[in-house]
C-alpha cells in the first residue's frame, strides 16, 4: 500500500496543507513544534481511526477552530486506487468516515483497510509501561488484521463495562441483585475466550518474526522472548478448555468481585511477559536493549500485517533516527529501502542525506509553522 497525498485543514497547526508523496522514503525534517508529527499524525488518522499523539479528538482541532478534515489518496499493492476521509466537529463531539466517498456508519469497519505500523516515543511504554500497553499493542496488530477479533473485543469492552457496574453497584449497596452477575458471565466468558484463543494464536505466529528482526538489528548474541500470561498454565489450549477454566474462576471469585467492585480476571488483566536471556526488559534491560526490542517489535508487526493482510503497510517513523546512534541509523535506512512506504520525522535531514538519494522514490520536505515550504528533490 501507498499513500499518494494528504489534504489537511484545520489539523492541529496546520490551517491547510496539501502534500503529494513519493512511493519509498519520506523525510519530514525542521525544528521542534512545527508540525512534522502533525503530519505523520493525520497519516494515522486516515488509517485507524485515531492518532498517536492524544487520545481526545478535541486536542487536534487547530486553535480557535471547531472542527478538522483529514483526506487521503492511496494505491493497493495492486495499484487499485482509493481514498479516504475523516471529519471531526467538537460543536457536536462527532467524527464521520468516509471510504471512497461513501459514508462508513461504524469505525471498526474502517480499521484493517489500509494496515499501518506507528513508531513514536510515547511507544517506549510497551517495553517499560504498564501491562494495558502491551496488550493495547497485541490488540491493535490483531485487530488490523481480523475483523473478528475487533468485533469480540468491542463486545467484550461493552460486556465488562455492564458487569462492572453491576459489581460496583453491589459493593457500594445500591444493588442487592446477585443474580444479574452471573446474567453476564456467560457473554464475558464467551468474548473472552475468543479473545485468548487468538492471542494465543497471533503469538505463536509473531514470536519467529519478532525474533528475526531482533537479530537482523542487534549486535549482540541475545535470544529475545515474548510470552503470553493468562488463565491456563496448560499446553494444548482449546476454545473448550479456555471457556471452562475461565468459567469456574469466575464462579470461585464472585465474593471477591464482589467485594472489590469490578471484574478482576480476563483478558483486560492479562500479560505480555517481555524478556532478553530470560532477564525481564523493564527491570533488567538497559535503554539501548529496549530501544532495540521495541524496533525490533515494530518490524515484526510490518512483517506480521504484511502476511495477514496481504498488503505491504505503511510504516511510521516518528522522531526515532534521534534515539538511535549513527550505525543503527544508517543500517535500519539501508534495511528499509525499497521495502515499503516510509514516513519519517526529524530535526535534521544530515543522517538521511548521507544514506539516500533524492530521485523520486525517497523525497524530503521541510516544514515550518504548520507549513510545508520546500518539496526537496535533488539528483
Known amino acids: 500500500m501507498r499513500i499518494k497525498s ?19 522514503i519520506n523525510i519530514f525534517y525542521g525544528k521542534n513544534g512545527q508540525g512534522k508529527t502533525n503530519i505523520l499524525d493525520g497519516l494515522t ?3 485507524l481511526t485515531k492518532g498517536f499523539l492524544s487520545s481526545s479528538d478535541s486536542n487536534s482541532v ?3 477552530e471547531n472542527d478538522f478534515e483529514l483526506e487521503a489518496n492511496f494505491y493497493s499493492d495492486l495499484n487499485v486506487k482509493s481514498s479516504a476521509k475523516l471529519l471531526y466537529s467538537s460543536l457536536t463531539k462527532s467524527k464521520v468516515l468516509f471510504h471512497n466517498n461513501l459514508k462508513v456508519d461504524k469505525a471498526i469497519s474502517f ?7 506507528v513508531l513514536a516515543p510515547q511507544f517506549y511504554s510497551i517495553v517499560n ?5 502491551r496488550r493495547k499493542f497485541v490488540d491493535m496488530v490483531i485487530s488490523q488484521s481480523s475483523k473478528s477479533y475487533l468485533q469480540d473485543l468491542v463486545e467484550y469492552k461493552r460486556v465488562l463495562k455492564q458487569r462492572n457496574k453491576l459489581l460496583s453497584d453491589l459493593k457500594n449497596q445500591r444493588s442487592f441483585d446477585f443474580d444479574s452477575i452471573e446474567s453476564w458471565n456467560k457473554p464475558l466468558v464467551e468474548y473472552g475466550s475468543k479473545i485468548i484463543l487468538k492471542r494465543l494464536n497471533f503469538i505463536k505466529d509473531f514470536i519467529p518474526l519478532f525474533q528475526k ?4 538489528i542487534s549486535n549482540a548474541n541475545e535470544i529475545p522472548s515474548i510470552k503470553y500470561l493468562f488463565l491456563l498454565n496448560e499446553e494444548n489450549i482449546s476454545y473448550e478448555n479456555i471457556y471452562s477454566s475461565f468459567n469456574e474462576k469466575l464462579i470461585k471469585i464472585k465474593n471477591d468481585e464482589i467485594k472489590r467492585g469490578l471484574s478482576i480476571i480476563g483478558p483486560h488483566k492479562d500479560e505480555f511477559e517481555f524478556k532478553i536471556n530470560n532477564f525481564d526488559v523493564r527491570q533488567y534491560a538497559s535503554q539501548g536493549q529496549q530501544k532495540t526490542f521495541l524496533v525490533a517489535l515494530k518490524l515484526a508487526e510490518f512483517f506480521y500485517l504484511e502476511e495477514k493482510c496481504a498488503e505491504k503497510p505503511v510504516l511510521i517513523l516518528d522522531d526515532l533516527f534521534s534515539e538511535l546512534d549513527k550505525d543503527r541509523s544508517l543500517f535500519l535506512l539501508n534495511f528499509l529501502k525499497n521495502k515499503c512506504q516510509v514516513f519519517i520525522s526529524s530535526t535534521s535531514s544530515q543522517i538521511f542525506d548521507e544514506a539516500l538519494i533524492y530521485n523520486g522514490l525517497n523525497n524530503k520536505f521541510l516544514v515550518e509553522s504548520g507549513n510545508v515550504i520546500q518539496n526537496c ?3
Open 6 to 24: 494528504v489534504r489537511l485543514r484545520n489539523f492541529r497547526n496546520h490551517r491547510y496543507t496539501n502534500v503529494n508523496f513519493c512511493d519509498n
Open 45 to 47: 488518522y486516515l488509517c
Open 62 to 64: 487547530l486553535f480557535g
Open 111 to 117: 480499521v484493517g483497510l489500509y494496515p499501518i505500523v
Open 129 to 133: 509501561g504498564l501491562p494495558q500497553e
Open 213 to 216: 528482526a531482533y537479530k537482523q
Open 377 to 379: 528533490i535533488t539528483t
